[in-house]
């Protein structure tokens, strides 16, 4: 059954003192089933986190059309933006509101992005791994009917971001969340995503879609995540390749 259904024919930024007004996006049209996770890739700068604010409801000027499931949409921005002299705990009551079990949703999702004793941290105070596990509680704190994803893993170390990439895969699988997970690099893509949207460079637009062929369990094994990427690669480089051969 279909969720989310985005029609966008194209995004402009207005003018802006002496900056020329600018094209951001391109036609992009694609659909999302409930507890599908959909990854969006393309190079920096072609508009994924536009596009998202798009989905999100953010930013209502654009052409074209969006489709959204009920409230709430879960957002995790591509800066964590929490309220730094708050603490955890506050940062989700915030977006909760006044819910009977309020408390007891708080106290689970920080369970859940493996924070249990984060509650009276001041946000200030965390690393950018932890701001960012904060940041994914706050979003499924609500329950939410689509959870954004904006690039949750970049200036992690490695170890750091393959662990919160597991994390993200197993509390997305575990609640069936439908998920969209913009990011630059395919490979997380492929980890987490069943279908890959892949954008042209700026403006973006859709140039196709690739679907990833991982059973659950292989997601979790580095090897068939590799054999799975090199595969998708060439598949990604044919779109953007055939796409060069056609005017814009
Ligand atoms: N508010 C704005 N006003 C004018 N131009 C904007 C605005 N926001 C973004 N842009 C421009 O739109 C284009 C797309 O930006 P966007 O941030 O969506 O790209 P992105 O794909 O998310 O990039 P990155 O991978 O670096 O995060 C860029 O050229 C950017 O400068
Ligand atoms: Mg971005």
Not at 29 to 42: K, L, P, T, Y
Not at 187 to 193: N, P, S
Not at 218 to 235: C, G
Request: aromatic content about 4%; some cysteine; glycine content about 6%.
């Amino acid at each position: 059954m279909t969720t989310l259904l985005v029609d966008v024919r194209a995004k402009r930024f207005p003018p802006v003192g002496s900056a020329p007004a600018r094209q951001a996006l391109g036609p992009v049209r694609f659909s999302v089933r409930r507890g599908e996770r959909v990854a969006i890739v393309g190079p920096s700068g072609c508009g994924k986190t536009t596009l998202l604010n798009l989905v999100a409801g953010l930013d209502p000027d654009f052409e074209g059309r969006i489709e959204r499931p009920a409230p709430p949409i879960g957002y995790v921005f591509q800066e964590p933006r929490l309220l730094p002299w708050r603490t955890v705990a506050d940062n989700l009551r915030f977006v909760l509101g006044d819910v009977p079990d309020a408390e007891t949703r708080i106290a689970r999702a920080l369970a859940e992005v493996e924070l249990p004793d984060a509650a009276p941290v001041y946000a200030s105070r965390l690393s950018l791994g932890m701001a960012r596990r904060v940041a994914l509680a706050r979003a499924i704190v609500v329950r939410p009917s689509l959870l954004l994803l904006d690039e949750p893993f970049v200036s992690l170390d490695q170890p750091t971001g393959e662990r919160l990439r597991l994390l993200v895969l197993e509390l997305l699988e575990k609640h069936a969340i439908t998920a969209l997970l913009v990011t630059h690099d395919l490979r997380e893509a492929v980890m987490l995503a069943e279908r890959i949207l892949v954008l042209s460079a700026s403006p973006g637009r859709l140039l196709g879609e690739l679907e990833v062929a991982l059973e659950p369990g292989a997601r979790r094994d580095p090897a068939s995540v590799d054999a799975e990427h090199l595969r998708l690669r060439a598949a990604a480089r044919a779109l953007v390749e055939a796409a060069a051969e056609l005017p814009a």
